[in-house]
T-cell receptor, first 117, second 111 residues
Framework: GAGVSQSPRYKVAKRGQDVALRCDPISGHVSLFWYQQALGQGPEFLTYFQNEAQLDKSGLPSDRFFAERPEGSVSTLKIQRTQQEDSAVYLCASSLGLAGESTDTQYFGPGTRLTVL | GNSVTQMEGPVTLSEEAFLTINCTYT??????LFWYVQYPGEGLQLLLK?????DKGSNKGFEATYRKETTSFHLEKGSVQVSDSAVYFC??????????FGAGTRLTVKP
């Protein structure tokens, strides 16, 4: 595939609903990242996977947020009982992740814009 | 902790003007520094990066030099074009995979 893809591109949820956001990284990329970008702000780190292992979830804002990457490729970010403050663009990025090299270029998807009413 | 502060926008320039977008950082150790660009309707793209002090990243006429003494990574371009209109993000990564971004600077270039 060409680049990182995310679906859906737009999601409107009622407060209290659960949502699931999907990320398809570039084929062969070991590392996968999720970010949250509020309006007018830069992206903020949520979590990081190396293959199927979630190595860092320090940025997840609450236990309502959960991410998985069970087979080391596609990842899903799930938000339970959505709140209005969860409204943001959720970005996924992937990198080659060779030997845990943190300076690898991260390639970003177009994002999912979540609006919680 | 690690953080990035960049010049607030929006910035509006005429075509062929000189561009500077300031970026300073706070970090322990020796972070790698990046500029990402987001064109209208598109995702974030890496513009350039520098991984150690005094390195200069360059791409598409843009340049930025990693200055450890001033903890800065200012973005410059000698002659901007209308097609450079976008939002520019300065970012750092430091010994882990937690990339920290600035708030972004919106650049509009008028013909």
């Amino acid at each position: 595939g060409a680049g990182v893809s995310q679906s859906p591109r737009y999601k409107v949820a009622k407060r209290g609903q659960d949502v699931a956001l999907r990320c398809d990284p570039i084929s062969g990329h070991v590392s996968l990242f999720w970010y949250q970008q509020a309006l007018g702000q830069g992206p903020e780190f949520l979590t990081y996977f190396q293959n199927e292992a979630q190595l860092d979830k320090s940025g997840l804002p609450s236990d309502r947020f959960f991410a998985e990457r069970p087979e080391g490729s596609v990842s899903t970010l799930k938000i339970q009982r959505t709140q209005q403050e969860d409204s943001a663009v959720y970005l996924c990025a992937s990198s080659l992740g060779l030997a845990g090299e943190s300076t690898d270029t991260q390639y970003f998807g177009p994002g999912t814009r979540l609006t919680v009413l | 902790g690690n953080s990035v502060t960049q010049m607030e926008g929006p910035v509006t320039l005429s075509e062929e003007a000189f561009l500077t977008i300031n970026c300073t950082y706070t970090a322990t150790g020796y972070p790698s520094l990046f500029w990402y660009v987001q064109y209208p309707g598109e995702g974030l793209q890496l513009l350039l990066k520098a991984t150690k002090a005094d390195d200069k990243g360059s791409n598409k006429g843009f340049e930025a030099t990693y200055r450890k003494e001033t903890t800065s990574f200012h973005l410059e371009k000698g002659s901007v074009q209308v097609s450079d209109s976008a939002v520019y993000f300065c970012a750092l990564i430091n010994n882990n995979n937690d990339m920290r971004f600035g708030a972004g600077t919106r650049l509009t270039v008028k013909p």
